[in-house]
């Protein structure tokens, strides 16, 4: 399902959950923002997209990746080629 306001369609809830963007969006769309937990994020699919933390270079991103993003840290995504799937689970 869609989340409002979000460039993202989500499956799941609670503390795990799949998200997928789509390369289409314009990169407008993928804006800096906090999370208020911290999460582990696994990509799941996706190519030729990057993460990037506040004051850090974009890495980029592929299947089997993890990674942790710690509550109130900046951070984004780049878009890629095709769209990207990646599951959260939140402590």
Avoid: C
């Amino acid at each position: 399902m869609k989340v409002d306001g979000k460039p993202y369609l989500q499956d799941g809830t609670g503390k795990s959950f799949t998200r997928y963007f789509s390369a289409l969006e314009s990169p407008d769309e993928f804006k800096w923002h906090r999370d208020e937990r911290t999460r582990k994020v696994t990509v799941l699919s996706g190519d030729g997209w990057h993460f990037q933390f506040d004051d850090s270079i974009p890495f980029r991103l592929f299947e089997g990746d993890v990674f942790v993003i710690t509550a109130d840290l900046w951070h984004r995504v780049i878009p890629g080629i095709n769209d990207l799937a990646i599951k959260i689970e939140e402590d």
